[in-house]
């Protein structure tokens, strides 16, 4: 149509010198001064020569009046190109747009006041370009139609910005659908003290147990109440304060809502937000767990915008804006000053220095400006702009006195870029492996996590078919099936085996999701899998960990009934014997003591592989505990049999265990239990126990010995459970008490101190201690009933002395089991400080047996109890491993001489020697002597004679309730026996 109007006559300013009608249009106060305001045609074109857009007008004859010098940046055509030749702008236009333009060209009589259409051209270089169209009729003061202003922007970085952020996004979202990985994203409040939830996904939303809507838009403190006292909350700040990534290695959570095993990876956007990439332990730690996420993204929208035009004139630091740069961010045109400090003041003050900067050197060297930066809005909010201009005017001397610019709104975009980098960093970052292919399989992308899983790098991936990945252990109708669900619904999950580029299969777990074009084709096929190489392996290893022994790898005890039961029904079918075997090593404890339990641990890795060697079916023996196995022999004709069967067993232990480069030799107690030919089929728990029961009766026997089970064990074993029972209501019911005999100072026969010894109050009368002494060290009720007798001793002591004046001692005897407890001096400091009773008022008896079991440690413990000044004794001296090493390694004060020496003074010549070689050597390492179980007089004379120093036995007193012993602590020097005391 253009090309059939009249040509106009071109000036050498190119514009036409054809006549035109005048309009007149209204310019809002700039600021500047009025002898500087250009006219309105002057105006326009200083705004159209600006402005990034091809702004042209045309008469009304159809004529080009103006075109600006932007056509030729996007069309490769000068403005006078298309003033000499009006058919220039059809020709240019794509040959499908180029009806509906010119049908617009047609109306523009009659055209609304705006009329924006889309259309491409082809540039003189052959290019594409798409053009966003806006035009408007003008009109003279008589309302006469005088011709249309219209401007075209250059569209086509938008058009292909949202084509590629449309498929990026749908291949983001379709890629979170089928991800394991939890992800969150923040925004920082009270200036990144804490942090508010803005996005999460469906694996976060599972992994967290609650609801999008019931976390969006809270703080991770009020959703997660435990964040900052476990470190996460802190990592958030660190990460916010120095933009550096890090990683929160797998850490329990737990609430009144979870309890999870997480672990996370913190990054910081380029928009300021956090993003949280978290995997839920929880599988790994339980061994099993199917992870399943799927969560959609996020919107992708991209607004047209329009630009804001500024005019700066430089010298006179006065500008103007035009309205779109106000609404631009959230102003009406009166509430801004239109000057070049309203935009310093409203520029982010991290993107202000480097604007200024660019501005600087642009406004020297005179090339184009272009710059993005934030500024505030209205509302406060930050807006990412970009900043475009030129320099229009310099004065004489080159410099600058007029810019021209326009700002464009690009803050979705930069939104989208930041969601597209998220997409890429959870592409890469995720710990699940990702391939992408195209509709004929051929892989297009992967990321790391595929590499580390497969063995195959990106480049070698790349362009193959995922088939290199198959193991084989599929048949082709599992994949018909995968094939069919991926058709029919658009995706598939569920367990694969796969294998690596060095030949090892391994399973995962995959989904594998369909990618659909507009026109609901697969043109992409995402895959998301998971190793499950580990999940495998700790489900067996647990597997084997619950039936087996963890030092020896021996079946325990579940294990090994098992195998006995089907023995048991084994060896009835075939009218056989069987046997189980309790085998417990001797002396093991003192052994375990003295050289430490590592070594105890060897002793019985070697003693099982012994047993194992020797015996030959390793799912028949077992170790029940501590040091005790079990066997079971089978296929026995006699009970004979089972005998010949232990006395081979205890061949293995003739060879000694070596240990740090000692020899240990150990022995073995037996008790065996036989099935019996006829009677009700044997129980396995029954079996076991009864050979316990005969292993019990063997080790009371001797050591190496086996004795076969009787039912009269049976009754022997019954009755001390009953005691230890009786025992156990004993301690709660406060029938245990204490009883003290006095110790008497040899020279004038006053009482010292006593001797506490426990008593049990029991049917009417007093336990012998012989009876349930031994029982409560075996079962560890020795514990207890030591602290309550250290308890009590120091109470009733601190009472005497404080009642009578008197300073007496009161010494307490201490088990071995008791000995060995880590806490004992920490044990024996509370009971002085609660009850009150000086150190020095307490001695502790101990006898040789426990220096032996761990020398070392004893020494430690001795030490301890005397720097606090506790002192102790060396009880039945001489009765036992006597070394004389030990009163010379140990710090001990007291010995006290063992009854049996004591009975054979003054009458047998060696008894006398050796008592009064013992107070002599004693004296001369300065410590004291205690003579126990006087009962005559004669011994009484020999042991005052020979200077020992204390004395104590029945020749005195025989152990007395508290009330009867404060009444004879009353009495003074014992001068003679009191014969109320000797019954």
């Not at 006292?229 to 660190?238: I, T, Y």
């Not at 009962?935 to 004379?941: G, R, S, V």
Request: hydrophobic share 35%; glycine share 6%.
């Amino acid at each position: 149509m253009l090309g059939h109007m009249v040509k106009p006559q071109i000036g050498e300013d190119g514009v036409t010198k054809t006549k035109q009608k005048t309009f007149k249009s209204r310019v809002r106060h700039s600021g500047l001064q009025s002898a500087r305001r250009p006219t309105p045609k002057q105006f326009y074109h200083t705004i159209a020569d600006g402005s990034h857009n091809w702004e042209y007008m045309i008469g009304a004859d159809g004529s080009f009046l103006y075109v600006s010098p932007s056509c030729e940046r996007i069309s490769g055509y000068t403005a006078r190109e298309f003033m000499e030749d009006p058919d220039l702008y059809i020709k240019i236009i794509h040959p499908d747009d180029r009806d509906k333009v010119l049908k617009h060209l047609n109306c523009m009589h009659a055209g609304p006041v705006h009329a924006p259409m889309d259309f491409r051209i082809i540039s003189q270089k052959g290019e594409v370009h798409w053009i966003s169209h806006v035009c408007s009729p003008i009109f003279d003061d008589q309302g006469e139609f005088i011709g249309r202003r219209g401007s075209n922007q250059d569209a086509t970085e938008k058009v292909n910005l949202e084509r590629r952020l449309f498929h990026s996004e749908f291949l983001f979202r379709t890629i979170f659908e089928g991800i394991g990985t939890g992800i969150a994203v923040y925004t920082a409040s009270e200036n990144g003290r804490d942090f508010i939830f803005k996005e999460i996904n469906k694996a976060g939303e599972e992994s967290s147990r609650l609801k999008r809507e019931h976390i969006i838009g809270k703080s991770v403190q009020e959703v997660f109440p435990s964040v900052e006292k476990l470190g996460l909350l802190e990592v958030f700040r660190r990460v916010y304060r120095t933009g550096e990534p890090e990683h929160k290695p797998m850490f329990q959570y737990s609430d009144h809502r979870v309890d999870l095993w997480v672990e996370n990876y913190v990054y910081k956007l380029p928009s300021g937000e956090i993003a949280a990439i978290f995997e839920d332990k929880t599988a790994e730690k339980a061994v099993q767990e199917e992870l399943r996420i799927s969560r959609e993204r996020m919107q992708l929208a991209i607004d047209s915008v329009s630009d804001a035009f500024w005019d700066w004139c430089i010298p006179e630091k006065r500008a103007y804006f035009s309205p779109r740069y106000y609404t631009m961010l959230g102003y009406e045109p009166d509430e801004m000053e239109p000057s070049m400090e309203t935009w310093e003041m409203l520029m982010h003050p991290d993107d202000f220095p480097r604007a200024k900067r660019l501005m600087i050197k642009y406004l020297k060297s005179g090339e184009p400006y272009s710059v993005e930066f934030r500024m505030k809005t209205k509302g406060g909010d930050w807006k990412w702009i970009l900043g475009r201009g030129r320099v229009m005017e310099f004065d004489e001397n080159g410099r600058a006195q007029r810019m021209v610019g326009t700002h464009v709104d690009i803050h979705q975009k930069k939104q989208f870029e930041n969601r597209l980098e998220l997409a890429q960093k959870v592409f890469d970052e995720a710990l699940e492996g990702v391939v992408v292919t195209d509709q004929d399989g051929k892989i297009l992308s992967t990321n790391k996590a595929f590499s580390n899983i497969t063995g195959y790098s990106a480049g070698e991936a790349l362009g193959e078919n995922p088939s290199i990945l198959k193991s084989d252990r599929q048949d082709d109708d599992f994949y018909k099936k995968m094939w069919d669900a991926l058709i029919e619904k658009g995706e598939w999950r569920g367990e694969i085996w796969n294998r690596r580029k060095n030949g090892e299969a391994y399973p995962q777990w995959t989904t594998i999701t369909a990618v659909k074009d507009d026109f609901g084709v697969a043109s992409r096929y995402v895959g998301v899998f998971h190793d499950l190489s580990d999940v495998r392996r700790g489900e067996e290893m647990l597997r084997h960990q619950a039936y087996h022994d963890a030092l020896t790898d021996l079946p325990n005890r579940e294990l090994f009934t098992e195998h006995l039961r089907q023995a048991i029904a084994r060896a009835e079918r075939a009218d056989e014997l069987l046997a189980v075997i309790v085998l417990d090593l001797d002396d093991f404890v003192s052994v375990n003591n003295a050289l430490g339990h590592v070594a105890g641990d060897k002793i019985l890795q070697e003693a099982a592989d012994r047993l194992v060697l020797r015996h030959g079916w390793r799912e028949f023996c077992c170790r029940m505990g501590a040091d005790d196995f079990v066997l079971v022999q089978t296929g026995l004709k006699s009970p004979s049999d089972a005998a010949l069967t232990a006395d081979s067993l205890n061949t293995i232990f003739d060879e000694p265990f070596r240990i740090n480069d000692e020899e240990i030799y150990l022995s073995a107690s037996m008790g065996i239990a036989v099935t019996k030919k006829g009677s009700e089929p044997a129980d396995p728990i029954t079996l076991i126990k009864n050979a316990d029961v005969a292993c019990r009766e063997a080790k009371q026997s001797g050591q190496g010995k086996h004795r076969f089970f009787k039912r009269s064990m049976n009754e022997e074993a019954n009755k001390r459970l009953a005691m230890l029972g009786s025992l156990r209501t004993a301690l709660q019911n406060n029938e245990i008490t204490v009883h003290y005999q006095p110790k008497v100072i040899t020279a004038h026969k006053t009482i010292m101190g006593m001797e506490a010894l426990v008593r049990w109050r029991r049917n009417g009368g007093l336990a012998s201690p012989a009876d349930f002494i031994p029982l409560a060290e075996d079962t560890g009720l020795i514990v207890p009933i030591g602290r309550f007798v250290l308890e009590e001793s120091c109470r009733q002591t601190q009472h005497w002395r404080t009642a009578s004046g008197k300073d007496v001692k009161v010494a307490v005897n201490v088990s071995p089991r008791q000995f060995r407890e880590d806490d004992m001096p920490l044990l024996v400091r509370e009971v002085l400080d609660k009850t009150g009773l000086p150190p020095g008022a307490l001695e502790l008896e101990i006898t040789e047996s426990v220096l032996m079991q761990n020398p070392e440690q004893s020494r430690i413990t001795l030490q301890d109890l005397r720097a606090m000044g506790v002192t102790t004794s060396l009880d039945d001296f001489g009765a036992g491993y006597s070394s004389l090493s030990y009163l010379r390694r140990f710090p001990i004060d007291v010995l006290k001489i063992d009854k049996s020496f004591v009975d054979d003074v003054p009458d047998e010549r060696q008894a006398n020697m050796l008592v009064r070689a013992i107070v002599e050597m004693a004296h001369g390492l300065n410590i004291q002597v205690v003579a126990e179980g006087v009962e005559t007089k004669d011994q009484l004379d020999f042991l005052h004679k020979i200077e020992t120093d204390y004395i104590q036995g029945y020749y005195f007193s025989k152990p007395l309730p508290p009330e009867e012993f404060e009444a004879l602590l009353h009495e003074g020097p014992l001068v003679q026996p009191f014969a109320p005391y000797l019954c």
